[in-house]
């Protein structure tokens, strides 16, 4: 009867709230509504990081196709017919190593949800989920505005969540701690979809750099310079 009653007051509570004990064990191992909404949140990720891996491939093939475009006319000595092929290459490649940024970025916010799901600790765990969702979101909808809405979404259901959490417990985090573990969960997607990008993908030929190649070039040119 006892946890009846603790439940009943942390979802219900009088006017003069629950005890901080209470809100504490609340927050770290969230109660059946938070939890409903954290396992909603990790299957419409999934679901996203499947349409995404689904686009990749796709595009994969399209890059394939164009790559070998550029080699025959390159055979054919029709330079101009390479280039063009090349162009359309590297804008493709800075396409696809934009949504493996944001898949490998998605994979690391589920697995931080499942974290969350198993030990508890609702603000500090999902605090930092929210500001990736948030990049997330603003990086995917010029690149597919479909997923971009999803992540809208579910980014305000995550809010939701921890706006509920942080009301239980009364406690202000530090969002300058947050941001910063938000910024290196992006920047670690990067890096390996940087490591997936050169190990999966061949380099155009020389004649016609890579995007990563051309920046490489101009940071030696401008150093040469001085």
């Known amino acids: 009867m006892a946890r009846v009653e603790d439940f009943a007051k942390a979802w219900n509570p009088q006017p003069k709230g629950p005890g901080v004990i209470e809100r504490i064990k609340n927050t770290i191992n969230p109660p059946p509504p938070m939890r409903h909404k954290l396992a909603l ?15 990749i491939a796709k595009m994969k093939e399209r890059d394939q196709a164009l790559f070998e475009k550029v080699v025959q006319a390159q055979m054919e000595k029709d330079t101009t017919r390479a280039a063009m ?11 696809i190593k934009s949504l493996l940024v944001a898949k490998y970025a998605i994979e690391r916010v589920a697995l931080r949800l499942e974290t969350v799901m198993t030990m508890g600790d609702v603000l500090v765990g999902l605090a930092p989920v929210v500001g990736v969702i948030r990049d997330l979101r603003r990086h995917l909808t010029g690149l597919v505005p479909e997923i971009g809405l999803e992540m809208a979404e579910i980014g305000e259901m995550l809010e939701g969540v921890v706006t509920e959490a942080g009301e239980f417990t009364s406690f202000t985090g530090a969002p300058t701690v947050y941001s910063e573990e938000a910024k290196k969960i992006m920047e670690e997607a990067a890096a390996v979809a ?33």
């Open 194 to 226: 940087e490591q997936r990008m050169r190990a999966e993908f061949p380099e155009l030929p020389s004649a016609f750099p890579s995007p990563t190649q051309q920046g490489s070039q101009n940071r030696n040119q401008d150093g040469g310079t001085k």
């Open 85 to 95: 092929y090349a162009g359309e290459v590297a804008e493709l490649r800075k396409m």
């Open 41 to 55: 949140a990790l299957y419409k990720l999934r679901v996203q990081n499947n349409k995404l891996e689904y686009i």
